[in-house]
């Protein structure tokens, strides 16, 4: 599986912005999905992630009605809306696939493969 993350920019405050992760391959469908970022100076930390039908989705709780994940699976894309924007959103944000189990986790060591990362700056 490989993993294209993009849709990342530069935005105000309040703002949003929807990150897309594109995946080939034909295990990608199957696989369960998750969103990570990481800020200068700070551990990489789980945003949201979702499972292979997209079905079951789990959100950091700090992030819960702000960002929103989901999946089609038609295009192997899982997409993820960010809404509300603050400046501590600021980080560079990568998706992640797993073949280990098709339900979300937020432990990053489930996950095998990485996308590159789309950065994500707020402005306050």
């Known amino acids: 599986v490989q993993l294209q993350a993009s849709g990342g920019g530069l935005v105000q405050a309040g703002g949003s912005l929807r990150l897309s992760c594109a995946g080939s391959?034909?295990?990608?469908?199957?696989?369960?999905v998750g969103w990570f970022r990481q800020a200068p100076g700070n551990e990489r930390e789980f945003v949201a992630g979702i499972s292979w039908s997209g079905a079951g989705t789990l959100s950091a709780d700090s992030l819960r009605g702000r960002f929103t994940i989901s999946r089609d699976n038609a295009k192997n894309t899982v997409y993820l809306q960010m809404d509300s924007l603050k400046a501590e959103d600021t980080g560079v944000y990568y998706c992640?696939?797993?073949?280990?189990?098709?339900?979300?986790?937020?432990?990053?060591?489930?996950?095998?493969?990485w996308g590159q990362g789309t950065q994500v700056t707020v402005s306050s």
């Open positions: 992640a696939a797993t073949s280990k189990q098709r339900w979300a986790d937020q432990n990053a060591a489930v996950y095998d493969y």
């Open positions: 391959g034909r295990t990608f469908s199957s696989a369960a």
